[in-house]
């Protein structure tokens, strides 16, 4: 099982980006996927999941800010997220749970400036 994801990169405050996290069409067909990110010196924590019955839910602190989709054609679930902050700062991950599985992406990194 794999789970690719792309983006990130450097942005000043206020600004936009998109992730992506492309999976296997069975994978995407069949399980929820989310996003979780690592900031410095903390412990991971979920930013956004996208149910596989079409229901988006948020951390409080990116609600209004960030919003997660399901494409189907590309199998990918994809994370947009606006007026930034220097406290998104962190390292993104791709998540999904197969049964007692759970997979990680490579984690991709997102740097804010102020």
């Known amino acids: 099982v794999q789970l690719v994801e792309s983006g990130g990169g450097s942005v000043q405050a206020g600004g936009s980006m998109s992730l992506s996290c492309a999976t296997s069409?069975?994978?995407?067909?069949?399980?929820?996927l989310s996003w979780y990110r690592q900031l410095p010196g903390k412990q991971r924590e979920l930013v956004a999941e996208?149910?596989?019955?079409?229901?988006?839910n948020y951390a409080r602190s990116v609600k209004g800010r960030f919003t997660i989709s399901r494409d189907s054609a590309k199998t990918t679930v994809v994370l947009q997220m606006k007026d930034l902050k220097p406290e998104d700062t962190a390292v993104y991950y791709c998540?999904?749970?197969?049964?007692?599985?759970?997979?990680w992406g490579q984690g991709t990194e997102v740097t804010v400036s102020s």
């Open positions: 996208a149910t596989i019955s079409g229901r988006m």
């Open positions: 998540n999904t749970v197969l049964g007692f599985q759970i997979i």
């Open positions: 069409r069975d994978i995407f067909r069949i399980y929820d």
